[in-house]
């Protein structure tokens, strides 16, 4: 008997997306599955639709709460699973129809705790880009250990910061789940979850469609001292990580840290808010570990100008930034 894999869907007002989404999860070629859509207080017919979606399939479970947000959204799913391995799917994305028995191979195969696998951001226009493409071959698997993924992943190789587009034994839930953040919640889990994980198979191919909305929560001018989230959250990683002696993997984080700090800076300056003690506490962080980003060859040539520039104050780079990137 294979294990049974319970996916975890969050849904707040997406009619027009989440039966796309769905149908890509019933299709599966791997078919021992729990759907769990939890229906996050929705104004529109979403939970109507995911009622509807229940009575097409056993395998669906459907859940009702107040509006509280995707991290409560997956937590109360967390709570309630039967699955021995867990994956997370967006409400507006889909996953080609292996996608979980790839995932699960993965596993099975190399005896890792987690798997990944490559995606494609679909934009406005329907075109798509592909994402992490690690090697010619998409049947190829690349094994790493948590401290090496997250390496990897500080530099944006090997993986993504999503906890979609992955696969988890259920015993890194077992006290582990989605903080109170409003962005940034995805990249808190799967850093505690590769921190957990004695193996983790990275796939080259793939096999999640995430879609991209013009007026997301991240494209959002009013949205934009959320992104402040992302700057809590590099403060919690430094404050319990346990590989911050490993020279190579501390460049790695500081290089992520110091190139999220520059981008929520930049987006603070649209807030309607001043923000200053926010400000200042960024402008801490960027002179603190600009130095080990400036001297890093592997950090992208962008984020150790924009240090370098820094040197010279907040005013001359966003003089720069506003007439050259921007």
Same mark, same amino acid.
């Not at 980003?293 to 520039?309: D, G, K, Q, Y």
């Given at each position: 008997?294979?294990?049974?894999?319970? #996916?975890?869907?969050?849904?707040?007002?997406?009619?027009?997306?989440?039966? +796309?989404?769905?149908?890509?999860?019933?299709?599966?070629?791997?078919?021992?599955?729990?759907?769990?859509?939890?229906?996050?207080?929705?104004?529109?017919?979403?939970?109507?639709?995911?009622?509807?979606?229940?009575?097409?399939?056993?395998? #669906?479970?459907?859940?009702?709460?107040?509006?509280?947000?995707?991290?409560?959204?997956?937590?109360?799913?967390?709570?309630?699973?039967?699955?021995?391995?867990?994956?997370?799917?967006?409400?507006?994305?889909?996953?080609?129809?292996?996608?979980?028995?790839?995932?699960?191979?993965?596993?099975?195969?190399?005896?890792?705790?987690?798997?990944?696998?490559?995606?494609?951001?679909?934009?406005?226009?329907?075109?798509?880009?592909?994402?992490?493409?690690?090697?010619?071959?998409?049947?190829?698997?690349?094994?790493?250990?948590?401290?090496?993924?997250?390496?990897?992943?500080?530099?944006? %190789?090997?993986?993504?910061?999503?906890?979609?587009?992955?696969?988890?034994?259920?015993?890194?839930?077992?006290?582990?789940?989605?903080?109170?953040?409003?962005?940034?919640?995805?990249?808190?889990?799967?850093?505690?979850?590769? +921190?957990?994980?004695?193996?983790?198979?990275?796939?080259?191919?793939?096999?999640?469609?995430?879609?991209?909305?013009?007026?997301?929560?991240?494209?959002? %001018?009013?949205?934009?001292?959320?992104?402040?989230?992302?700057? +809590?959250?590099?403060?919690?990683?430094?404050?319990?990580?346990?590989?911050?002696?490993?020279?190579?993997?501390?460049?790695?984080?500081?290089?992520?840290? #110091?190139?999220?700090?520059?981008?929520?800076?930049?987006?603070?300056?649209?807030?309607?808010?001043?923000?200053?003690?926010?400000?200042?506490?960024?402008?801490?962080?960027?002179?603190?570990? +600009?130095?080990?980003?400036?001297?890093?060859?592997?950090?992208?040539?962008?984020?150790?100008?924009?240090?370098?520039?820094?040197?010279?104050?907040?005013?001359?780079?966003?003089?720069?930034?506003?007439?050259?990137?921007?």
């Amino acid at each position: 008997m294979t294990p049974l894999i319970s #996916i975890i869907i969050p849904v707040y007002n997406l009619e027009n997306h989440i039966e +796309r989404c769905v149908e890509s999860l019933v299709g599966q070629s791997y078919q021992n599955i729990e759907i769990i859509l939890v229906n996050d207080g929705s104004t529109d017919n979403s939970g109507v639709i995911c009622d509807n979606l229940k009575n097409t399939d056993s395998r #669906i479970i459907v859940i009702h709460q107040s509006n509280a947000g995707v991290s409560k959204a997956r937590n109360n799913a967390l709570d309630i699973m039967y699955g021995d391995y867990v994956t997370f799917v967006d409400g507006d994305d889909y996953v080609s129809p292996d996608f979980i028995e790839t995932l699960y191979n993965a596993i099975s195969s190399t005896g890792a705790d987690i798997s990944t696998c490559g995606h494609f951001r679909v934009n406005y226009d329907g075109t798509m880009i592909r994402v992490y493409n690690n090697s010619d071959d998409d049947n190829e698997i690349i094994t790493l250990d948590g401290k090496n993924s997250l390496k990897n992943m500080f530099y944006g %190789k090997i993986c993504s910061a999503s906890s979609g587009s992955k696969l988890y034994n259920k015993k890194l839930f077992s006290s582990l789940r989605y903080p109170d953040y409003v962005m940034g919640e995805d990249t808190f889990v799967v850093y505690h979850a590769f +921190r957990q994980a004695s193996l983790i198979a990275h796939t080259n191919k793939p096999l999640y469609y995430y879609i991209q909305h013009e007026m997301s929560v991240t494209n959002k %001018k009013s949205n934009y001292f959320k992104f402040y989230d992302y700057v +809590r959250l590099y403060d919690h990683i430094l404050s319990c990580d346990e590989f911050l002696n490993n020279k190579d993997y501390f460049l790695a984080l500081a290089n992520r840290l #110091i190139e999220n700090n520059f981008w929520v800076y930049m987006k603070l300056r649209n807030c309607t808010g001043m923000y200053l003690l926010e400000k200042k506490h960024i402008e801490a962080n960027i002179k603190k570990y +600009r130095k080990y980003v400036i001297n890093n060859p592997l950090a992208e040539p962008r984020v150790r100008a924009a240090c370098m520039l820094s040197y010279g104050g907040m005013k001359t780079l966003n003089f720069v930034y506003d007439k050259i990137i921007n």
